[in-house]
């Protein structure tokens, strides 16, 4: 492949990198190695670092898909099983309307509270909770009346016995007699009842006062009898609790009603012997004694005559005084008529007066009769007097016969309503023990009533029919089986991935060994070849190897290293193939190239090159017995020469630490373009340490999936003990599917891989 024909390194079009400073610490600054672009993501990421990366967590769950997919599948595969072995349940539902208070068919208060103003959130909890009760599910219980082989059959096996029953089936429970023994019987009836409540659930109706009593059992005929008899107990225990407080009251008033009833006798008997022995007369009025009653009345009597006697006091005055009578004094005498006879008299006098003289006969005549009209109005007048004084005399007589009896009785008044203390208490006494004795009767009657009246605040509205098959639930159990697997395969999953320590990604070698990742090699399937796939140039696993050459030549200021090292932590990590690789890379681009087999301990190259011959190699050049134009040997490339390790010394290390190794390595760097050395690993040998130290950069081999972090970190810090300059590293055997990267594309006609969610150096 020609220059031109090189893939281009990410960060643009026909952008060339930067060439890497010579130094090793500069080798070794992952910032200076990366490009442009890759420098911008890793600082903003790092900007925030706690930003979630879901990316990063779906490519984790992409790695681990088969470990999903089987917990998955293992999840449904037990969750089917369950299915099949679990023993079918059967639910039968009762519709229950529950009302704070029953129909009033009678205005008549009973024993329970009646403040129903309004809904009480609490009843229809309290109403869930009785319906839940141990006494109902007693009480039903022993309604049931059931035998203990009825209740064998009930229990429901679970999964585990019911495949041993399969496996070997046992004779069905027979029906048997339920024990004579009390206790015996009381045990049952204890189980009979834990039966029922465990099989027993209330689910209120959302806003409204209805209730479903749900009742779950392996029989169907049984729940829809246990849910219709948990109703009626139901019901019929409100009533049992009315009725009994009812009766309880009942009772209770019929205790207090006879010690009233005891006690207003003896009160009342008391107020009478009382009255009896101090003589004292209550007529009922007002609690007043007769004496006062009677001094009431001479009160009332004596203010009657005062103003009477005050009247007639006046008139008498008027009447004494010689003036002119009152007109109602007049109008009840004849005295105005004798005045309107004298009036007419008097004007015939005056007319006649005129005409004759007053000696004149008929005018003497006259006058006497004026005369005598006026004696007998003075005699009237005197008559009218003398009644007005009679009238006040009598006034003043009676007024003065009240004012004598009523001193009389107050004072026999007073010594009354001294001796009617002690009556008035022992009265009162008495009163208010009849007023209790009549409102505890009258409750006694009102409960009665109300008790003969069985008011029901529960209905039922709809009575179970059959039993519907509630669980098990293929659909719902395969669907938890799903997310149980799910969740599981996820947690699996990430929990291996946390404790997987080992380099994965070309960003593990960056984030934990700050190298540059030179390229990333792809893992090979296991029926493709390496030899096959490194003799097709357009393989995704040759055009790697390529990259990893193009990133080379961008390692230090004047290209590749003119002895390049490539060693790795441990063996099997493709170190001996990328060797080769890259040797015959750079010999087709018209380098002369010599690959140097340094691994003394366990060599490769021999098999891999399918060479004959070459009995002397590396051992022998450094022991002084050859030259080093003796060891090389052709290969099938020209321009490719190897030296091959020869004879396995007993001491590696010390050959190698020789002053041989690094004259070889002069001679060989003079003579050829290119010296790619083939070392051992670096974990516990000193050889690639040695060696290391006398190239000019060494590439570091990391396995993707195998080499633990630890081992890495060490082998680098050994490498770097040595003073080796580390020109970067390759991720071989990289799997980008499994590990849930990667990318695809084609450019020029050739399919070049991709890895990673970000660019690298190196990738095609």
């Given amino acids: 492949m020609s220059e031109d024909h090189l893939p281009m390194p990410p960060g643009g079009d ?46 984790v769950l992409v790695k681990r898909r088969w470990l999903v997919l089987g917990c998955v599948a293992a999840a449904l595969v037990a969750a089917l099983l369950v299915t099949l072995l679990t023993t079918p349940v059967y639910r039968a539902s009762v519709l229950l309307e529950l009302q704070q208070q029953g129909p009033q068919v009678v205005q008549v208060g009973g024993v329970q509270p009646s403040d129903y103003a309004g809904w009480d ?39 585990l016995q019911r495949l041993l029953g399969l496996l070997r089936p046992q004779p069905r429970a027979q029906a048997q007699a339920r024990p004579r023994d009390p206790r015996a019987a ?23 006062r209805l209730v479903y009593v749900n009742y779950d059992s392996v029989a169907p005929d049984f729940a829809v009898r246990v849910a219709n008899a948990i109703a009626d107990g139901f019901i019929a225990a409100g009533i049992e609790r009315r009725f009994g407080a009812t009766s309880y009251a009942k009772t209770y008033l019929e205790d207090q009603l006879r010690l009233t009833k005891a006690k207003l006798e003896d009160s009342e008997r008391r107020l009478v012997e009382f009255a009896q022995k101090e003589n004292l007369v209550n007529t009922g009025k007002d609690d007043q004694s007769l004496a006062s009653q009677n001094l009431v009345q001479l009160n009332a009597a004596l203010a009657a005559a005062q103003d009477q006697r005050i009247r007639a006091q006046a008139r008498w005055r008027q009447a004494a005084s010689g003036g002119a009578l009152p007109a109602d004094m007049i109008g009840n005498s004849s005295i105005r ?52 004084k009679a009238e006040y005399d009598a006034a003043a007589a009676q007024e003065n016969l009240l004012k004598g009896q009523i001193a009389q009785l107050r004072n026999e008044a007073l010594a009354v309503d001294g001796r009617s203390i002690q009556y008035n208490i022992l009265k009162r006494e008495a009163d208010t023990n009849r007023q209790l004795y009549d ?26 029919q059959d039993a519907g098959r509630i669980r098990p ?86 290209g590749v290293p003119r002895t390049l090292l490539v060693t790795s932590s441990g063996p099997g990590e493709a170190k001996s193939t ?38 002397q190699g590396l051992s022998n050049l450094l022991a002084g017995s050859c030259t ?43 003579t050829y373009d290119q010296v790619i050395v083939d070392g051992p690993p670096t974990l516990g040998l000193a050889d690639a340490l040695i060696l290391a130290n006398a190239v000019d950069g060494t590439l570091l081999m990391v396995t993707s999936g195998k080499t633990k972090i630890s081992v890495a970190q060490a082998s680098l810090k050994r490498l770097l003990s040595a003073r080796a300059r580390i020109v970067g590293a390759v991720l071989a055997k990289y799997d980008a599917r499994a590990a849930g990267y990667g990318y695809g594309y084609h450019y020029d006609a050739y399919s070049y891989y991709g890895y990673g969610h970000r660019p690298r150096l190196g990738k095609g």
């Fill in 628 to 670: 080093l134009s003796e060891v090389i040997l052709p290969t099938d490339d020209p321009r490719l020469k190897v030296v091959l390790a020869g004879p396995l010394p007993p001491n590696p290390a010390e050959l190698l630490s020789g002053s041989k190794l690094v004259s070889a390595l002069t001679i060989a760097a003079e």
């Fill in 439 to 464: 409102s505890l009767l009258q409750r006694y009657k009102e409960i009665g009533v109300a008790g003969d009246v069985r008011a029901n605040n529960i209905a039922i509205i709809d009575r179970a």
């Fill in 14 to 59: 026909g952008e060339r990198l930067p060439a890497r400073p010579a130094s090793p610490h500069a080798a070794l600054a992952q910032r200076q190695a990366l490009p442009a672009a890759l420098q911008f993501q890793d600082t903003a990421a790092k900007a925030d670092p706690d930003a979630i990366d879901l990316l990063a967590y779906w490519q």
């Fill in 337 to 388: 008529a004798l005045q309107q006879q004298k009036a007419m008299l008097q004007a015939k006098y005056q007319e006649l007066l005129q005409k004759f003289k007053p000696d004149y006969p008929d005018m003497l005549q006259l006058k006497g009769q004026m005369d005598e009209l006026d004696s007998q109005i003075a005699r009237e007048v005197a008559s009218v007097r003398a009644s007005v």
């Fill in 578 to 615: 990328t060797a080769l690789t890259l040797a015959r890379n750079f010999a087709q681009m018209g380098k002369r190239v010599l690959l140097i087999e340094a691994d003394l301990r366990n060599p490769s190259l021999r098999r891999n090159l399918r060479l004959e011959g070459g009995e």
């Fill in 186 to 208: 009381q045990a049952l009836d204890r189980q009979v009842a834990g039966l029922i409540r465990a099989g027993l659930s209330v689910t209120p109706v959302r806003d409204s």
């Fill in 473 to 558: 639930s293929l659909r719902n159990n395969l669907a938890l089986g799903l997310l149980a697997g799910l969740l599981l395969g996820v947690l699996a999953a990430f929990l291996l991935e946390f404790l997987d320590d080992t380099l994965k990604l070309p960003a593990d070698i960056e984030q934990k060994l700050h190298l540059p990742v030179l390229g990333v090699i792809p893992k090979l399937g296991p029926k493709d070849s390496i030899a096959a796939a490194i003799a097709d140039p357009r393989s995704h696993f040759s055009e790697a190897y390529r990259s990893v050459r193009t990133a080379l030549q961008f390692a230090t200021d004047h």
């Fill in 121 to 159: 959130p609490d009843f229809m909890q309290t109403q869930v909770q009785l319906l839940q009760s141990q006494s109902l599910a007693e009480r039903v219980a022993d309604e049931l009346d059931l035998d203990p082989g009825m209740l064998a059959r009930l229990e429901a096996p679970g999964p």
